[in-house]
């Protein structure tokens, strides 16, 4: 072994610690570090969640969104409001199915997600968009001219989800299935 072969030597236990709590503070608030932070750890979940698409059936791929639209399904009936034609049934028919469905569909919903408004403001408020705004956050509409800071007028305060906890299917199960067939004997 020559003397350009020699490694440097690596970094001190206290650099060794703070990069330790770094990428744990990192995994813990930010779910894209966590998934490239397991996608470089040797075990067969993070083989398994570091597997391309190509080769994952499309509904492991997105099984927990399959689960969620289950969830919706099975604590607000969304689906069988969804696919009823309800063009021909009276208003109040579909006012009073649509209150059930809102319940039992926003407690589905929260089981899942912490949704916050993007901006705080009420509806119909004037509010500032600042210069370097994230457009993914904030979409300007009307008559857009010039260069920010803009002012306007707030026509909805836009949602962001705050945590998500989406349940983890077990493999023997299948994600397509939103709701069972029911046979009563």
Same mark, same amino acid.
């Not at 469905?101 to 926003?106: A, F, I, L, W």
């Not at 260069?147 to 077990?170: E, I």
């Given at each position: 072994?020559?003397?350009?072969?020699?490694?440097?030597?690596?970094?001190?236990?206290?650099?060794?610690?703070?990069?330790?709590?770094?990428? *744990?503070?990192?995994?813990?608030?930010?779910?894209?570090?966590?998934?490239?932070?397991?996608?470089?750890?040797?075990?067969?979940?993070?083989?398994?969640?570091?597997?391309?698409?190509?080769?994952?059936?499309?509904?492991?791929?997105?099984?927990?969104?399959?689960?969620?639209?289950?969830?919706?399904?099975?604590?607000?009936?969304?689906?069988? *409001?969804?696919?009823?034609?309800?063009?021909?049934?009276?208003?109040?028919? +579909?006012?009073?199915?649509?209150?059930?469905?809102?319940?039992?569909?926003?407690?589905?919903?929260?089981?899942?997600?912490? !949704?916050?408004?993007?901006?705080?403001?009420?509806?119909?408020?004037?509010?500032?968009?600042? #210069?370097?705004?994230?457009?993914?956050?904030?979409?300007?509409?009307?008559?857009?001219?010039?260069?920010?800071?803009?002012?306007?007028?707030?026509?909805?305060?836009?949602?962001?989800? #705050?945590?998500?906890? *989406?349940? +983890?299917?077990?493999?023997?199960?299948?994600?397509?299935? !939103?709701?069972?067939?029911?046979?009563?004997?």
């Amino acid at each position: 072994m020559s003397k350009h072969d020699a490694q440097p030597p690596g970094p001190s236990f206290l650099a060794r610690v703070r990069v330790a709590l770094v990428c *744990f503070w990192r995994a813990l608030t930010r779910p894209d570090f966590c998934r490239e932070l397991a996608a470089g750890l040797p075990s067969a979940a993070a083989s398994r969640a570091t597997e391309p698409a190509a080769a994952r059936a499309p509904e492991r791929v997105h099984a927990s969104a399959l689960a969620m639209l289950a969830m919706l399904q099975r604590e607000g009936r969304l689906l069988d *409001f969804l696919q009823e034609d309800v063009a021909s049934f009276p208003d109040a028919d +579909v006012g009073a199915a649509a209150r059930v469905v809102h319940g039992g569909c926003r407690k589905a919903l929260a089981e899942c997600l912490a !949704l916050e408004p993007v901006l705080r403001e009420a509806e119909g408020a004037s509010v500032t968009v600042p #210069a370097g705004f994230d457009a993914q956050r904030i979409r300007l509409t009307g008559n857009v001219a010039g260069s920010p800071p803009f002012r306007g007028t707030l026509k909805h305060h836009g949602w962001v989800t #705050a945590a998500a906890r *989406f349940p +983890v299917l077990a493999e023997a199960l299948d994600p397509r299935v !939103l709701a069972p067939a029911e046979v009563e004997l």
